[in-house]
């Protein structure tokens, strides 16, 4: 689905963002992106849709060279690549609706976006996708209005709204509190598994990369130093990506979070219809 | 216990803060230079005491003037003064705002290709370069007394304020929120409507309004000059000596640029 090969990024400072950079997304596949600040996590898929220009490489949407699109072309693909944002980026004086409907800008011309004459379908989808992330009786608040969470969720339905075949997701908790992030989180990968969707998530939290994803890409200094299961992340891995540290608890961390939310905050089990109410109710934007 | 003292590092217990300039002698030669220039400057000054106590005398009929301000005897004048400062006032600013908006976002870097940055740049330095008298002299030279010339002053002074000011804050915005558009696939008019203008808008708004205000206040001011409107009305009357008429049409323009300062602090206040 998504191919990256040989990717590097040299800023104009002579900063080496990323070098060499290469694997393969599948499709449906839910990847994980750690590594240290500075290692050009955010880079790196910038890098995909071209917010920020690789100085060299490719970057493979199915069978279309990214990094070789005319403007025009980039504007059509990167319409098919979702994105979510750390600080979850929504035009705050915007209200949630508009900024959901930002979504399909790129579908819709510029009068039709000017005056919010939006297609119905499209209307259509943000009510459903604003319904799925719990906000229905927010959609005429403004986005700085809203809690954090409750801004995530919206910046999902905003990603949503372009029927992305990609989503790329910049530290989507980063300035959520520990309950929140594991909703969100929980609420990304659960979409994903949905509709079949793959995504790049840059994550810091490792605890939570580990309880959410299926597979980890380790990054430092720019350059893939991991790439497995999530179970493979043990003491010697972390000290390659991070640097040396006592990461036995960190490792520990992960399981009791895994064991230890069971009754509270993990995915409710498939047959327990008390804690998936809870879930639903929490999902609704009780955060 | 006295052993364990005994090796405890003794810390100071004043602090003062850094100095300014760290060279002692160069700060004393700075703000001692500073001194004796103010000295001087203020003692070059040449003051005629005599001149000064006649305008006491000249002032004091002037205070008496405002005490009992006559609005009765030039009311016609005024009303037409006002009139015509009141339209350069708001079609001045229309026009202005209405020129600078686009000048403003190619006078952005963020978000400007650089030929229409330079242009729109270069418009918004000649615009700011002269001040509002001398263009208000030049237009009168061109289009001869009245209004028009005012107007045309008003407008070209608001371009130069209203288009740095809004460049400045497009070049401000919180990049995250225009970048979270752009990567929409959204188009560049796009991403202006729906990344930048939201976060610039309450500041358009405000100065807008703020220009308003000033316009008002320079269409006086320009009158002076042959520009039209109370300002000539004003002018006229201090060179009749007749200050209690003069009196009455400051106080309309006190009165005036009040209301305008607090309408405009009410719709800034709603539009944040």
Partial sequence: ?287 | MTAVAATETRFAQTWSRPPFIKRRGLRWTLYGGALVYLITAISSVEVNWVRVWEGLDRGLRFIKGFLVPDFTSRWGDIVIGMQESLTMTVTSTVVGVAISVPIGIGAARNIAPLPVYAVCRAIVALSRSFQEIIVAILFVVMFGFGPFAGFLTLSFATIGFLAKLLAEDIEDIDESQAEAIRATGAGWWQIVNYGIQPQVMPRLIGLSLYRLDINFRESSVIGIVGAGGIGATLNTAMDRYEYDSAAAILMLIIVIVMAAEYLSGFVRKWVQ
């Fill in chain 1, 1 to 287: 689905m998504l191919r990256l090969n040989d990717l590097t990024k040299v800023y104009a400072t002579g900063d080496r963002a990323l070098s060499g950079v290469t694997f393969t997304v599948e499709p449906g596949q839910v990847v994980g992106l750690i590594g240290p600040s500075g290692a050009g996590k955010s880079t790196l898929i910038r890098c995909v849709n071209r917010l920020i220009e690789p100085t060299s490489g490719q970057v493979f949407l199915g069978d279309i060279d990214v990094t070789k699109l005319s403007r025009r072309g980039l504007r059509q693909v990167r319409r098919r690549i979702g994105m979510i944002f750390q600080e979850y980026a929504l035009v705050e004086r915007l209200t949630v609706m508009e900024n959901v409907l930002s979504g399909r800008l790129g579908y819709v011309g510029f009068w039709r976006s000017f005056f919010r004459r939006f297609p119905p379908e499209a209307v259509e989808k943000a009510y459903r996708l604003l319904d799925r992330v719990g906000l229905s009786d927010q959609v005429d608040k403004r986005a700085d209005a809203l809690s954090g969470g409750q801004r995530q969720r919206v910046g999902i339905a905003r990603a949503l709204e372009q029927d992305p075949d990609l989503l790329l997701v910049d530290e989507p908790t980063a300035s959520l509190d520990p309950k929140t992030s594991r909703q969100i989180m929980r609420l990304i990968v659960e979409i994903c598994d949905e509709s079949g969707l793959p995504a790049i998530i840059n994550i810091h939290d490792v605890a939570l990369a580990q309880q959410f994803v299926r597979r980890i890409i380790g990054l430092q200094a720019g350059v893939v130093v991991f790439d497995g299961n999530p179970a493979d992340l043990d003491a010697e891995v972390l000290t390659r990506i991070y640097g040396e540290e006592d990461w036995s608890a960190t490792i520990r961390k992960a399981d009791d979070e895994e064991s230890g939310d069971a009754g509270d905050d993990v995915l409710p089990k498939t047959s327990d219809p008390v804690s998936e109410v809870i879930d639903r109710e929490r999902l609704a934007g009780l955060t």
